[in-house]
């Protein structure tokens, strides 16, 4: 280990005095007798002036509030053969879209969420009026995730996406 940190030293000291090919022998601790401090050791930036601080600007800062987001993650989106599954935190028995069902709803028709287990409809899935979420309802909740990020799922780019809550749905 001494050899390839005395290797790394040297070619920290050939970089920089210019290649000239430099080595170190062996490095010997020593320890050097107890002195008393005589100076004081804080500089202070009346007897430095270099190293005095030029005040900083604050006037070009802008204070904004923190809000809370409405939403609240509470699952995830994923493709699953050719299902759209959607998992929530909120409710364990996981719900599943057709791929096919999903085209629909880009072309901004609601189609049925079925329960995974037996295939029954438990809601609805539409797009959002904005068109920027793909909406899920499931008694007694509204899910909702962004249409980017289910793009992002149905073209590949991404293996899941974010499924969102209410706030005030979630916390009932």
């Not at 800062?61 to 995830?76: A, D, H, L, Q």
Request: with cysteine.
């Amino acid at each position: 280990m001494l050899d390839v940190i005395r290797k790394g030293w040297d070619r920290i000291i050939r970089f920089f005095t210019g290649g000239e090919e430099v080595t170190t022998g062996e490095v010997l601790a020593e320890s050097s007798p107890p002195r008393t401090l005589v100076e004081p050791i804080s500089i202070t930036s009346e007897s430095e002036p270099e190293l005095q601080e030029e005040p900083v600007d604050l006037s070009r800062w802008i204070v904004t509030n923190y809000t809370e987001s409405p939403f609240e993650k509470c699952g995830r989106l994923y493709i699953e053969d050719n299902d759209l599954i959607i998992r929530s935190d909120l409710d364990a028995r996981g719900f599943c879209i057709p791929l096919v069902d999903v085209v629909a709803v880009l072309d901004g028709e609601t189609v049925p969420v079925l329960l995974m287990s037996n295939r029954t409809q438990v809601g609805f899935m539409k797009r959002s009026a904005s068109g920027k979420a793909m909406n899920v309802w499931i008694d007694p909740f509204l899910y909702t995730s962004p249409m980017a990020r289910v793009m992002d799922v149905l073209e590949g780019r991404a293996r899941k996406a974010a499924v969102f809550v209410g706030r005030e749905e979630g916390e009932g």
